[in-house]
Structures are given as C-alpha cells and as structure tokens.
C-alpha cells in the first residue's frame, strides 16, 4: 500500500513539473490578441510586446490589465536602474562631473518612479488622463537624465543604455494608456 502512495506521490509531483514547464494552453499560439492590439501603434512595437508577452499574467489579460502591465514593467525597470546608480555611486570613483550626473539622475530616477507609483494609483480609480500625465512626468524625468548624460564623459558606463530602455518603457506604457483611453 505505501508503494502505491509514494508511486502516486511521485506521478502527481511529475505532472506538476512538467505542467509548470509548459506553454499556457490558451489560443492557437498562446499569446493574447489583445498584446499585438495595444502595441500596434507603439514606436518601439516589439519591445513592447517582448514586454508585455515576459509578464504571465499578460497572457489572458484584457486592454487596462495590459497597460498596468505596462506601468509595472516601466516601474520595476526604472527600480533596478535607481539600484544601479546608487550602487555605482557607493562603489565607483567617478570624475566629479560624471558622480554629478549620476547623483542628478539618482534624482530623477526617484521623482520617476514616484510618478510611475501615482499612474499604477491612476489607472486603477480610472482616472485615465491623471495616469497619462504621471507618466508624461515620468517620461520627463528620464529625458531630464538623458540630457545631463549626453553631456558627460564617460558614457562608457552602463546608464546612458538603461536610461534609453527606461524611457522607452515608459513611452510604450503611456501609448498603452492612451490606446485604452480611445477604446
């Protein structure tokens, strides 16, 4: 009898494994229709859906739970870009001017993903044309640091290219929000 339990045991534990390894049984291709509609008109459209297809819950989501999805992905990318800086900060000698734009980009990277926190709080009451303008604020702010590094030796470091994604990312959550707003 304990051979038949632990043989079941040992199926069900099997099964598990390999039903968490494979594709979602969703559409034909198990991918949402509704990714390819929202990033249509999105300038950086496969970027946006790498993203958007990268999160689970994208995958059976409907047009505003794709552009939280959005929001998030944009926030938890400026998040690791605020760990970069700092850690780069604490842990590098950098030329004075170089420290400075990393220090005002630290800045910049606090107040965005501030606003990318009010768009999440935005969109979730609704309150489309708050979300847009958080996001236009965290868009600003990643320009702001992109003007100050495109200014600056040193662009050898690893910034100007995370700051390029983060704006990037936020634009693509903004033309998300605005996609919803006009459906």
Known sequence: ?????????LFVGIFCLYLSFSPPINAADGNNPLVAQACEKVKAKDLCISSLMAEHASK??????????????????????????????????????VEQNFQDCEDNYISATQQLDGAVSSLVSKNYKDTKMFLESAIDDAITCDNGLRKMAGN???????????????????DVVLFLMTS
């Open 1 to 9: 009898m304990r051979l038949v339990i632990n043989n079941v045991v």
């Open 60 to 97: 059976s989501a409907d047009l505003a739970t794709l552009a939280l999805i959005s929001i998030k992905v944009a926030s938890n990318n400026g998040t690791k870009t605020s760990f970069y800086i700092k850690k780069t900060l604490d842990t590098k000698k950098l030329e004075p001017a």
């Open 156 to 174: 050898q470091l690893e910034l100007p290219h995370r700051n390029i994604m983060f704006r990037q990312l936020c634009i693509n959550a903004l």
